[in-house]
């Protein structure tokens, strides 16, 4: 479990970020769960998606004691809309926001913190190029190293602040080989083996062949199919997308373009999913998005036939 390496992925990850300590943990889904248990927060409201790419934030939210107050996306890149984080601040008090830049493309961190006056946890697992590019005012940035996730490291996590004391505090939750008496303070196993940290190592010193290699698909992509306006999070300011999700008008045109693509075995299906009960979806943004995108393949390890392929079929859904 223990090894060089992760004093190596610890200190190479805060050059990157540079001014914010690290503490790595087993996932993703543990670094921001370690990230609002370091807060001390008990039933408190936290402003989340009401539509995301799977459970983690809202998972973490609940099992800190805490409730997920939902607010709907923005229709440009699928993060929280502005407009619905400032409503649902005004109507539930939350004080804290987490703030998922979805598909590579940054959401409004600086606005919720200096216009709303929210602190904001910012979920940067699908972001890491772009936010280790252009840097973030977060109150706590949590990174995902999962296998899907652009820096790989078999599985892993790690939050990171400026804040010495608070990434103390997720070091001491994620395991207890430094306890040495019983306490009150709640601990898991949760750490990163180092086993994993080695894996994460060689990919984070990897990062300019994963920027040329990501922008280039892009590249290729929006040239064949010719309406980068589809491609959701696509016109966001210094964005290098990690995922290569396009919206369509109606349910049916998407399912018409997933068809095609399944016609030609690639993959393609929807890329997000709703987080928030039934009771709040109707009229969203949320609700025209859940069904009007889809997701096709978009990695470093696609091979020249597979990214030709994917071009090819781009230019027929295009006509």
Not at 17 to 44: H, K, V
Not at 272 to 292: I, K, Y
């Amino acid at each position: 479990m223990l090894g060089p390496d992760l004093g190596g992925a610890t200190k190479e990850i805060e050059r990157l970020f540079p001014g914010r300590a690290c503490a790595l943990t087993s996932s993703g889904f543990s670094a921001l769960l370690g990230a609002l248990e370091s807060l001390s927060l008990r039933r408190q409201p936290v402003i989340v998606p009401m539509a995301s790419t799977c459970f983690a934030i809202v998972n973490a939210v609940i099992a800190s004691g805490n409730k997920p107050v939902f607010a709907d996306v923005d229709p440009a890149d699928g993060n929280l809309s502005f407009d619905a984080v400032r409503l649902a601040r005004k109507q539930s008090g939350a004080r804290w926001v987490i703030s998922p830049n979805h598909f590579g493309a940054p959401g409004a961190t600086s606005r919720f913190q200096t216009e709303l006056g929210l602190r904001v946890i910012e979920d940067a697992a699908q972001s890491f190029l772009t936010t280790q590019a252009t840097g973030t005012s977060a109150d706590i940035l949590v990174l995902s190293f999962y296998p899907t996730k652009t820096v790989n490291g078999i599985d892993g996590g790690c939050v990171l602040s400026s804040n010495g004391s608070l990434i103390q505090r997720v070091r001491q939750w994620t395991y207890y080989d430094s306890q040495t008496r019983i306490d009150a303070a709640p601990r898991f196993n949760c750490r990163l083996p180092n086993i994993h940290a080695a894996v994460l190592s060689v990919n984070l010193k990897r990062l300019r062949v994963l920027r040329e290699r990501h922008m280039g698909l892009r590249h290729r992509f929006d040239s064949a199919f010719a309406r980068p306006d589809r491609v959701l999070g696509g016109q966001a300011t210094g964005a290098i997308l990690s995922r290569y999700v396009l919206r369509f008008d109606t349910p049916n045109r998407c399912r018409r373009f997933q068809e095609l693509f399944a016609s030609r075995k690639i993959e393609c299906g929807p890329p997000l999913l709703w987080t928030a009960p039934a009771s709040e979806r109707r009229g969203t943004t949320a609700a025209r998005l859940v069904g009007c995108t889809a997701l096709i393949p978009f990695h470093e390890e696609l091979n020249r036939r597979e990214t030709v392929l994917i071009e090819q079929t781009l230019r027929t859904a295009s006509l």
